[in-house]
């Protein structure tokens, strides 16, 4: 079966850094995938990993163990806007991206 | 970058009736289109995968003659509520994949469903 993990809330202060885990077994592995969402919005992109390591972009990174089955993305320097929910997705076999049920994160000021 | 519309954004329609929701790829053509629906403070379920010219594949538990999906063309896919009930309210997106393109597939804005 599908199954990918993340933790349902996280809160963090402005200018601080957050780490956000994901866990995942799932059919084949095509690439995992990090989503930033804000409420009533489409998921817009922010990650793409398919090979272990870390994926550094901006504020933004990203890292994948395809080995342990996890991947997090981390966030620095946070500001309020930063504050959505983040999608931890993965691309199986068959090249359908299955999501995970978000994090929610809330920036304290 | 690569543009998904959909249409319409938003609609209230009465239990019963039935609903056509476009989605479209502006400046690139998708293989591929999968539909996805959202319920308030949950993640993205995928519903089906399309791919121009062929019938959708639904995941388990969508009953494919409620949600009607076809893939006209490679860069339309529409997707039919049929016989609506309020349960049936909820946030649809759909999102576009060209392989040629790459790993990205884009969203749509989404079309939020309201069932009276």
């Known amino acids: 079966g599908q199954n990918i993990d993340q933790p349902t809330e996280m809160t963090a202060t402005e200018g601080a850094i957050v780490q956000i885990n994901c866990t995942y077994q799932?059919?084949?592995?095509?690439?995992l995938f990090w989503y930033q969402q804000h409420a009533g919005e489409a998921p817009t992109f922010l990650s793409y990993?398919?090979?272990?390591g870390l994926e550094e972009k901006g504020r933004f990174s990203s890292f994948l163990s395809r080995s342990k089955g996890y991947s997090y993305l981390l966030l620095k320097e946070l500001q309020m806007k930063d504050s959505a929910s983040y999608l931890c997705?993965?691309?199986?076999?068959?090249?359908?991206?299955?999501f995970g049920k978000g994090t929610r994160l809330h920036i304290l000021p | 970058g690569a543009v998904v519309s959909q249409h319409p954004s938003w609609v209230i329609c009465k239990s019963g009736t039935s609903v056509k929701i476009e989605c479209r790829s502006l400046?690139?053509?998708?293989?591929?289109m999968f539909w996805y629906r959202q319920f308030p403070k949950q993640s993205l379920m995928l519903m089906a995968t399309?791919?121009?010219?062929?019938?959708?594949?639904?995941e388990q538990g969508v009953e494919k003659d409620k949600f009607l999906i076809n893939h006209a063309s490679l860069t339309l896919s529409t997707l039919t509520v049929t016989s609506a009930h309020p349960e049936d309210s909820s946030f649809y997106i759909c999102?576009?994949?060209?392989?040629?393109?790459?790993?990205?597939?884009?969203f749509g804005p989404g079309t939020r469903l309201t069932v009276t």
């Open positions: 799932t059919s084949g592995f095509n690439g």
């Open positions: 399309s791919n121009e010219g062929s019938k959708a594949t639904y």
């Open positions: 999102s576009a994949w060209d392989q040629g393109r790459g790993y990205e597939q884009y």
């Open positions: 400046d690139f053509q998708a293989t591929t």
């Open positions: 997705a993965v691309r199986g076999r068959d090249d359908k991206i299955i």
């Open positions: 990993n398919v090979l272990d």
